[in-house]
Nanobody, 127 residues
C-alpha cells in the first residue's frame, strides 16, 4: 500500500503564490508515477500536472500553463506544484495521485487510472 502525504495549500489573494508538496511511501511494486489533480464542487476531478509515458513526459493543463510549475524528485518519490499568479478559478481541492501503471497521453489524465490518492488539500484564491 502506497501512502501519499500532501502539504501546502491554504488561502491566498489573487496574484499570490502557494506551493504544494507530496511525498509517497515506498513503491514496492514497480515504478511510481505521480501528479496533481484538482476538484471543485459540481465538476469532475481534472488533471493539473503530472508525469506519464514512463516519466519521460510531463503534462500541464492549459489553464495553468505558465503559472504553475510541476517538479518531481524520483529519489525521494515526491512531487511539488509551485503555483504562481493564482486566480479565483484555481480554487479547489488539490489531490496528489500516483500509479504504477505506465500511462500514455489520454490515459494519464483519467483519474480512474490512479490507485493511490492523497487526502486532498484546499486551495482558496479570493480577495
Amino acid at each position: 500500500q502506497v501512502e501519499l502525504t500532501e502539504s501546502g495549500g491554504g488561502s491566498v489573494q489573487p496574484g499570490g503564490s502557494l506551493r504544494l508538496s507530496c511525498v509517497a511511501s515506498e513503491f514496492t511494486h514497480g515504478t511510481g508515477y505521480m501528479g496533481w489533480f484538482r476538484q471543485v464542487p459540481g465538476k469532475e476531478r481534472e488533471a493539473v500536472a503530472l508525469n506519464y509515458n514512463g516519466g519521460r513526459s510531463t503534462y500541464v493543463a492549459a489553464s495553468v500553463k505558465g503559472r504553475f510549475t510541476f517538479s518531481q524528485d524520483n529519489v525521494k518519490s515526491s512531487v511539488d506544484l509551485q503555483m504562481n499568479s493564482l486566480k479565483p478559478e484555481d480554487t479547489g481541492v488539490y489531490f496528489c495521485a500516483a500509479t504504477t501503471l505506465r500511462l500514455y497521453a489520454g490515459g494519464a489524465l483519467d483519474p480512474s487510472n490512479y490507485v493511490y490518492w492523497g487526502q486532498g488539500t484546499q486551495v482558496t484564491v479570493s480577495s
